[in-house]
Nanobody, 128 residues
Framework: QVQLVESGGGLVQAGDSLRLSCTAS????????MGWFRQAPGKEREFVAA????????VYADSVKGRFTISRDNAKNTVYLQMNSLKSEDTAVYYC?????????????????????WGQGTQVTVSS
């Protein structure tokens, strides 16, 4: 059984930084693209960032480009989301997800439907 567990969320001030981690059990992540998504209260889940299976390509939502960085450490079976210059509009529950397709191509998907396994989420709250 595959489990993804996020950690690192919390309450911070605008302008601060946080690093989220997502660690997998039950599956080796190294051959799968990974993504981060978020959902704010009353809003639909939205794409944040994704990284392809070998870490060579990362894609970002326009709203976080230049502030967030996704990375992976396949030896630790962990994916990270470094979030800098946080804004109040970044407040949401953040979820990591694992692609359903083995080595799914050069570019990771921005579409949640491409991801098969999801973590339980970690709350990020940014006060202004």
């Amino acid at each position: 059984q595959v489990q993804l567990v996020e950690s690192g969320g919390g309450l911070v001030q605008a302008g601060d930084s946080l690093r989220l981690s997502c660690t997998a059990s039950g599956r080796t992540l190294s051959n799968y693209a990974m993504g981060w998504f978020r959902q704010a209260p009353g809003k639909e889940r939205e794409f944040v960032a994704a990284i392809n299976w070998n870490g060579g390509v990362a894609v970002y939502a326009d709203s976080v480009k230049g502030r967030f960085t996704i990375s992976r450490d396949n030896a630790k079976n962990t994916v990270y989301l470094q979030m800098n210059s946080l804004k109040s509009e970044d407040t949401a529950v953040y979820y990591c997800a694992a692609d359903r397709t083995y080595r799914s191509g050069s570019y990771p998907s921005r579409n949640g439907a491409a991801y098969e396994y999801w973590g339980q989420g970690t709350q990020v709250t940014v006060s202004s």
